[in-house]
C-alpha cells in the first residue's frame, strides 16, 4: 500500500465494500466495470445480470459519485483508485470495462498497472483527446453547473442527446429519463470535477501499442459524444484489439441495447479466458 495515498484512493481500500455491487462466484474470472461521466455502478446492471452466471462481475462508482467528489484529480488518480480496488478485494487481475471516462481510465490502468488486468473492454471509449470546440462547449456547462451547485433542467436535456443515441431518445425515454433525473441530483462541483478530470488530456495513441492485453471496444452506431472512427483509429493502435458495433445505441450503448453489447463482451471473454 503506497504511504502517499489520496483519502479517495484510501476510500477504496477501506470502503470498497459501499462501492461496489458483486454478483457471480469470486473464483471465476472477474470482469470489473468503471462508468463514464454523469453515470454510476448501476449502469452496468445488465453486464451484472447477464454474465454472472459464468463470471465474478464488479461494478464500482468512480469518485464523482462518492463523497470525494470535490478534490482535485485527473485519470492517473482514478487508475489509482482502481488498483487500490482491485487490492481490497483480493483480486489478482481482471477484465477491466470501461465507459467513456472508465475507458480513458482503464487504458491508465494499462500504463501504470499492466499486471493487473487480463483484458480491456472499451465502452464508447477513445485514445484521442477531444477537439477544442469540445473543450469549449463541456468547459462552459461545467462551469455553469458549478456556479449553479447543480445540473440545471436546460443542461440534463442537452446531455440526454449527448450521452444517449437518437434511438434510445425516441424509443426508450423511461431509460433516458431515469438517468436525467439522476443527474439533477449531483453536486455542480462533483460534475466540475468529474468532467476536468479528462476535459484536457493529453493524446494517448502513442502509448497504445505497448499495451499487451487484448482488447475489445464496442461502440454505439449512433454515438454522437465519440465519433466511432475515434474508437476505429484507436483500435488501428492497439497489438491486439477489434471494434464491435453496437446497433440502435449511442454513447451508453452497453445498457442501451444490452442484448448486442453482452454477446460481443460473453464472446470476448470466452477468447481471454
Not at 491508465?108 to 469549449?136: F, G, K, N, T
Request: glycine share 6%.
Amino acid at each position: 500500500m503506497a504511504t502517499d495515498e489520496s483519502p479517495a484512493t484510501r476510500m477504496y481500500r477501506h470502503r470498497h465494500d459501499t462501492l461496489v455491487t458483486e454478483r457471480g462466484d469470486p473464483s471465476d474470472p472477474t470482469l470489473v466495470c468503471a462508468h463514464g461521466t454523469l453515470m454510476d455502478r448501476t449502469m452496468f446492471d445488465p453486464q451484472l445480470d447477464a454474465l454472472s452466471d459464468d463470471y465474478h462481475v464488479l461494478a464500482y462508482d468512480l469518485r464523482a459519485r462518492t463523497d470525494q467528489y470535490a478534490g482535485d484529480y485527473d485519470l492517473y488518480d482514478l487508475a489509482d483508485d482502481c488498483e487500490a480496488l482491485l487490492d481490497a478485494r483480493g483480486i489478482d487481475s481482471c477484465t477491466l470495462a470501461g465507459m467513456s471516462m472508465g475507458g480513458f481510465t482503464a487504458l491508465r490502468v494499462a500504463d501504470r498497472y499492466p499486471e493487473r488486468l487480463d483484458a480491456i473492454v472499451m465502452v464508447d471509449s477513445i485514445a484521442q483527446p477531444h477537439d477544442e470546440s469540445d473543450i469549449e462547449q463541456y468547459g462552459g456547462m461545467i462551469d455553469t453547473a458549478r456556479e449553479m451547485g447543480e445540473v440545471p433542467e436546460p443542461m440534463g436535456e442537452t446531455v440526454r442527446h449527448i450521452l444517449f443515441g437518437a434511438t434510445s431518445n425516441q424509443e426508450r425515454t423511461d431509460l433516458v429519463d431515469r438517468w436525467v433525473q439522476r443527474w439533477l441530483t449531483y453536486p455542480g462541483e462533483a460534475v466540475y470535477r468529474e468532467v476536468s478530470s479528462w476535459l484536457e488530456r493529453p493524446d494517448f495513441t502513442d502509448e497504445l501499442s505497448a499495451i499487451d492485453a487484448p482488447v475489445l471496444a464496442i461502440h454505439g452506431e449512433e454515438d454522437t459524444a465519440l465519433e466511432m472512427e475515434k474508437a476505429e483509429d484507436m483500435v488501428e493502435h492497439l497489438p491486439d484489439a477489434r471494434l464491435e458495433p453496437i446497433p440502435e445505441a449511442g454513447h451508453s450503448s452497453n445498457t442501451e441495447n444490452p442484448e448486442a453489447a453482452n454477446a460481443a463482451i460473453r464472446g470476448f471473454l470466452e477468447e481471454v479466458y
